[in-house]
């Protein structure tokens, strides 16, 4: 069984940086693709961005590129997101989500997800 735990979230003015972790347990950490998610009050889950197993790939929702920078580390079967330049917009539940298989913006392709970490911006 795959676990992961999300770290990371806080308060943070607008403008700041945070960096979140995904620490990834129980598999073959480096087969799989690693996507983040978030989630604010009253509104869906929505995409942010996916990794490829290799960390060749990444793709990003359009409203955060250029801000936000998703990488991993094998070695240490963690994924990161590096968030910069945070806008009140932003503030959310962020999850990360693992596939073995699949490299997709929609979270119903993920078998696996963490908790979830609560980053706020304030203005």
């Known amino acids: 069984q795959v676990q992961l735990v999300e770290s990371g979230g806080g308060l943070v003015q607008a403008g700041g940086s945070l960096r979140l972790s995904c620490a990834v347990s129980g598999d073959t950490f480096s087969t799989y693709n690693v996507g983040w998610f978030r989630q604010a009050p009253d509104k869906e889950r929505e995409f942010v961005a996916i990794?490829?197993?290799?960390?060749?790939?990444?793709t990003y929702l359009n409203s955060v590129k250029g801000r936000f920078t998703v990488s991993r580390d094998n070695a240490k079967n963690t994924v990161y997101l590096q968030m910069n330049s945070l806008k009140p917009e932003d503030t959310a539940v962020y999850y990360c989500?693992?596939?073995?298989?699949?490299?997709?913006?929609?979270?119903?392709?993920?078998?696996?997800w963490g908790r979830g970490t609560q980053v706020t911006v304030s203005s």
């Open positions: 989500a693992a596939d073995p298989s699949r490299y997709s913006r929609s979270s119903k392709n993920y078998a696996y």
């Open positions: 990794i490829s197993w290799s960390g060749e790939s990444t």
